[in-house]
């Protein structure tokens, strides 16, 4: 098996980066006072621990061609938004209205993406890419109301009502589409 050099790196700097940060996250929950110093550490270590995830997600499609676009806007919104998060733990800068807006609609974008990668699968049935279609479009549509919500743009209860339609969509696709892939997986011709 082929490796890429990139993605081992980046595999084995996560290994270095969970097992060094939970450790000292550990240690400060065991060592005497807990301060303010100490909560930055540990919202750095769950930030950047979070972010990390979604990032991988979305780089696990990069050599899939159809999919590539995405995945490098899942990577990039990741990467900024934990950037510009760790600027805000660490009050290298403050962030404004327009900061926090950013982070938040970098963060659903990373989110939202890096989900979609996760579910997505190939050579699979047809009612488990039905599935999977309506999935996608119901984790799309979610990503857009909450960026209409988190920018202020004006709602009102039916908008609302629409967006827990399709997050209960999304959610039950999110569960259903994998099963349908494994129940109803295409059999394999024997040779």
Do not use: Y
């Not at 699968?121 to 488990?128: H, P, Q, V």
């Amino acid at each position: 098996m082929e490796t890429n050099p990139t993605r081992e790196l980046a595999l084995w700097a996560m290994v270095a980066f969970f097992t060094s940060g939970g450790l000292l996250s550990a240690l400060f929950f065991l060592l005497g006072s807990f301060g303010e110093f100490q909560g930055r550490v540990l919202a750095t270590v769950f930030s950047l621990g979070f972010f990390s995830l979604l990032i991988l997600l979305s780089a696990s499609k990069f050599d899939h061609e159809d999919l590539a676009f995405f995945a490098r806007i899942g990577v990039l919104s990741g990467v900024l938004a934990a950037a510009m998060l760790q600027l805000l733990i660490w009050r290298v800068l403050e962030p404004g209205e327009f900061g926090f807006k950013a982070i938040g609609v970098l963060t659903v974008l990373a989110f939202g993406v890096a989900h979609a990668m996760a579910l997505w699968r190939s050579g699979i049935s047809e009612i488990a890419s039905l599935s999977l279609r309506l999935t996608l479009f119901s984790i799309s549509v979610v990503c857009i109301m909450l960026i209409i919500t988190i920018l202020g743009l004006k709602t009102n209860e039916f908008f609302f009502r629409g967006l827990g339609f399709f997050a209960v969509l999304d959610v039950a696709g999110t569960i259903i589409t994998p099963l349908l892939a494994i129940l109803t997986k295409p059999a394999t011709e024997s040779a």
